[in-house]
Nanobody, 126 residues
Framework: QVHLVESGGGMVQAGGSLRLSCAASGRTFSKNDMGWFRQAPGKEREFVATMSWNGNTYYTSSVKGRFIISRDNAKNTVYLQMNNLLPEDAANYYC????????????????????WGQGTQVTVSS
């Protein structure tokens, strides 16, 4: 059975940093894209960042330059380093994996992924 488990969320003041982790078990994702999405109360889930199987990255414009996605295939884990957090970054953050193998296009849609974590809450106080 495949599981994705996020951790690292919490409360931080605006301008602060958090590092989210997503540990996968049950299968490896080295051939797949891994991504992060977020959903704030009353809003739709939105794409945040993705790292392709070959290490290329893509970010939504609002986090570019502040967030960094990385992955450690040996640990089957993907990370999201979030710096200079803003109140509008507050949301439940989900990691996602699986789907297309060795894809040449960035996976920015929820439908591009098969497996999802349960989410970790990020709160940013102003």
């Amino acid at each position: 059975q495949v599981h994705l488990v996020e951790s690292g969320g919490g409360m931080v003041q605006a301008g602060g940093s958090l590092r989210l982790s997503c540990a996968a078990s049950g299968r490896t994702f080295s051939k797949n894209d891994m991504g992060w999405f977020r959903q704030a109360p009353g809003k739709e889930r939105e794409f945040v960042a993705t790292m392709s199987w070959n290490g290329n990255t893509y970010y939504t414009s609002s986090v570019k330059g502040r967030f960094i996605i990385s992955r450690d295939n040996a640990k089957n884990t993907v990370y999201l380093q979030m710096n200079n957090l803003l109140p509008e970054d507050a949301a439940n953050y989900y990691c996602a994996g699986g789907g297309r193998i060795f894809s040449s296009a960035f996976a920015v849609q929820g439908s591009d992924y098969v497996y999802w974590g349960q989410g970790t809450q990020v709160t940013v106080s102003s």
